[in-house]
C-alpha cells in the first residue's frame, strides 16, 4: 500500500477537468516553455486583475457568471492548470507553480497591480506566488497547510513524510507573505480538517489575516452561502 501510494500520488492529488467552450468569452494559450496554459479572461481592459486558481476537479468556466459581477472592476484570469481544461502536460506541483510565475510575468504587464485567489488545492498555488510576486490582495478558499499534514490525517497508519513528494506545503510560505489576506472556510468541510485550515492561518505572521467561517456549507458547496459573494467583493474594495 506504501508503494502504491507513492507511486500513484500524483493521481490521487490531482484530478483534471475536461475542456469547455464557452462562447465569447476570450481566452490565452500561454506558452510556458513546457507546456501551454489555457487562460480564460473576463473583464478585459481593467487596470487591476486578480488571477484564480481552482480547486482540485473544479472547471474554472464555471466561475466565468460569478467572478464577472464579483471583480467588475477588475479583469481576471482563470487559469487551467496544466492537464486541465485545455492545458496541456501533466500535473504536478512544482510545474503548478512555475505555471502561476508565468501567468503572473506574463499579465503583470498589462496592469497597475494584480491580486490572486485560490480554492482548495489552488490555495497552495496562490500562497506560493504570493510568496514570490509582488500581489495587492490575497483571497484563500477552504484552503489547507500542507499535503502532508492533509494526508496524516487520512492515512495515519501510513509513513506519510516518508510517501509524499507532493507536498504543498503553504503552512511554511505563510511566513513570508506581507500581502492583505482573506481567508474563507467552510463550515461543514468534510475534506479538508478544521485543524488544518487553522493551522495555517496562526502560521502568518507578517500580515493581518481576515478570516471568515461560513456555516452550513461544505467544502464543495461554500461558494454557495449567501455571504460568499459579498463577503470576497467587500475585502477587495
Known sequence: MCFLLF????????LPSTEVSVPDV??????????????????????????YFGGNAENVAYNI?????IFADRTVYLVNYRGYGGSSGSPYEGGLYSDALA???HFIKLHSTISTM???????????????????????????D?????????????????????????????????TDTLIIAAGNDRVIPYENTQNFIHSFN??????????????????????????IASFMR
Open 65 to 69: 457568471d460569478d467572478f464577472r459581477s
Open 118 to 144: 485560490g480554492r482548495s488545492i489552488g490555495g497552495a498555488v496562490a500562497t506560493y506566488l504570493a510568496s514570490k510576486r509582488n500581489i495587492d490582495k490575497l483571497i484563500l478558499v477552504t484552503p489547507f
Open 146 to 178: 500542507s499535503a502532508v499534514n492533509v494526508g496524516k490525517k487520512i492515512y495515519g497508519f501510513f509513513p506519510i513524510d516518508l510517501i509524499i513528494k507532493e507536498r504543498l506545503d503553504s503552512v511554511g510560505r505563510a511566513a513570508d507573505i506581507t
Open 7 to 14: 507511486v500513484f500520488q500524483r493521481q490521487i492529488i490531482y
Open 206 to 231: 507578517k500580515t493581518e489575516v481576515e478570516t471568515v467561517t461560513l456555516s452550513n456549507v461544505g467544502h464543495n458547496t461554500v461558494h454557495l452561502h449567501p455571504d460568499y459573494k459579498e463577503t
Open 26 to 51: 476570450a481566452y490565452t494559450l500561454l506558452d510556458t516553455g513546457e507546456v501551454r496554459i489555457k487562460v480564460w479572461t473576463l473583464n478585459p481592459g481593467k487596470e487591476k486583475a486578480l488571477i
Open 103 to 105: 501567468v503572473y510575468d
